[in-house]
Nanobody, 122 residues
Framework: QVQLVESGGGLVQAGGSLRLSCTAS????????MGWFRQAPGKQRELVAA???????NYADSMKGRFTISRDNAKNTVNLQLNSLKPEDTAVYYC????????????????WGQGTQVTVSS
């Protein structure tokens, strides 16, 4: 059993900052990519940022320069620092991880957190 637990969402004014965190726990052998997606009402879920186990990062173009993803492999944690927030950043933010589950045989699966709401007021 593997679980992703997110924290750090909330309400902030435009121009403000938030920090999201996500920790994976359970029967984990290792974790490949960890990342954040978001889904606004009436829109499809979209990639925000991702980071590999080696530290390589990838950002959606609209988030570059404002958001920073980081990862602590020892703690199975991924963080997302959101700066210069805009009302259009309002969405539910989901943590995602591609995990090799410690089972016999080993298997790789994608896991999702429950989502955390980020609301940016104008």
């Amino acid at each position: 059993q593997v679980q992703l637990v997110e924290s750090g969402g909330g309400l902030v004014q435009a121009g403000g900052s938030l920090r999201l965190s996500c920790t994976a726990s359970g029967n984990i052998f290792s974790i490949n990519t960890m990342g954040w997606f978001r889904q606004a009402p009436g829109k499809q879920r979209e990639l925000v940022a991702a980071v590999t186990s080696g530290g390589s990062t990838n950002y959606a173009d609209s988030m570059k320069g404002r958001f920073t993803i980081s990862r602590d492999n020892a703690k199975n944690t991924v963080n997302l620092q959101l700066n210069s927030l805009k009302p259009e950043d309002t969405a539910v933010y989901y943590c995602n991880a591609r995990i090799i589950v410690a089972a016999a045989p080993l298997r790789i699966d994608d896991y999702w957190g429950q989502g955390t709401q980020v609301t940016v007021s104008s």
